[in-house]
């Protein structure tokens, strides 16, 4: 427990964050606050003990896949958005 848990709420503040500033479709809304959700899930369920032990390894890697994958979709939304339209 490193102190580090302010890392996972900011992670969770990040994509809502995101969807509530930029006026994208509501598709890409719905992703970021999907990823917003699944962040906050996963960090309720490291605080509160209930990621079994077992499958900790395998539960971490399955959440931080969208949780970090997330950068590189608004990443690619926000360059679509600001190129010229041809």
Do not use: N
């Not at 995101?18 to 719905?30: G, N």
């Not at 960090?43 to 003990?49: E, I, Q, T």
Request: with cysteine.
């Amino acid at each position: 427990m490193h102190g580090l848990y302010g890392i996972g709420f900011f992670m969770v503040l990040v994509p809502g964050c995101f969807a509530a500033e930029l006026q994208q479709d509501p598709r890409s809304v719905r992703v970021h606050l999907t990823v917003a959700m699944l962040t906050l899930f996963y960090l309720w369920l490291m605080v509160a003990s209930l990621d079994p032990m077992g499958y900790h390894g395998l539960t971490q890697r399955l959440f931080v896949f969208p949780m970090f994958g997330w950068f590189t979709f608004a990443g690619r939304q926000m360059l679509r958005s600001e190129s010229p339209r041809r």
